[in-house]
């Protein structure tokens, strides 16, 4: 079975604070789909990156980047000078190969960042 | 199209009435999926279309819960006889259809069940 945890529910940080979002993942499969969501308060998911299992390499996307370490099951997600505009709920999903294509999500982490 | 859309953003029924939560998918856009949000919790995967064929139902939580997408396009999310425990919130994505391929979510559907 499929399972992602977020165990941080709640963080919060003043901006321009640097601010890293974990994410923990198991899956048996050796092809599998990971990705970051946004879910600002009105409510829409917004897309944020996807990473396959076999691709390892870290990515840098503006003040986004994403550490994907297999050895530990992770896929961290790492905020830069945080801003106001990122306070949202953040969602690590899985999808794996072969599967329907459902993504399984993590329970999510609230981000506040206070001015 | 620009984006997925869904409608009603809204919807307020008494228990025991009837709902019916439309999506309309990215254009182009072959797989359909409903997932459901619970406050405070990460969507949770109900059904997925593949064109107008249903190929997995099997996150629906009840047979009161039927979902179509009958020529492909457009899919409708149906629940019958609301109890308040389907007070939640009905995502819908679409994609491309490779496996690979990102979900695009919709706005959602808030339905509160009173």
């Known amino acids: 079975a499929q399972k992602v945890t977020q165990a941080q529910t709640e963080i919060s940080v003043v901006e321009k604070e640097d601010v890293t979002l974990d994410c923990v993942y198991e899956t048996r499969d050796t092809t599998y789909y990971l990705f970051w969501y946004k879910q600002p308060p009105s409510g829409e998911l917004v897309f944020l990156i996807r990473r396959n299992s076999f691709d390892e390499q870290n990515e840098i996307s503006g003040r986004y980047s994403w550490n994907f370490q297999k050895s530990t099951s992770s896929f961290n997600f790492t905020i830069t000078a945080s801003q106001v505009v990122d306070s949202a709920v953040y969602f690590c999903?899985?999808?794996?190969?072969?599967?329907?294509?459902?993504?399984?999500f993590g329970s999510g982490t609230q981000l506040t960042v206070l001015p | 199209g620009a984006g997925v859309s869904q409608s009603p953003r809204y919807k307020v029924a008494k228990r025991g009435q009837d709902v019916a939560l439309r999506c309309d998918p990215i254009?182009?856009?072959?797989?359909l999926f409903w997932y459901q949000q619970a406050l405070g919790q990460g969507p949770e995967f109900l059904t997925y279309?593949?064109?107008?064929?249903?190929?997995?139902k099997s996150g629906l939580p009840s047979d009161r819960f039927f979902a179509e997408r009958p020529e492909g396009s457009v899919s409708t999310l149906k629940i019958q006889r609301t109890q308040q425990e389907d007070s939640a919130v009905y995502l819908c994505?679409?994609?491309?259809?490779?496996?690979?391929?990102?979900?695009?979510f919709g706005p959602g559907t808030r339905l509160t069940v009173l």
């Open positions: 994505a679409s994609s491309f259809g490779l496996e690979r391929d990102t979900q695009y």
């Open positions: 254009s182009g856009h072959v797989s």
């Open positions: 279309f593949q064109n107008e064929a249903q190929l997995d």
């Open positions: 999903a899985l999808t794996f190969s072969g599967s329907a294509r459902q993504l399984t």
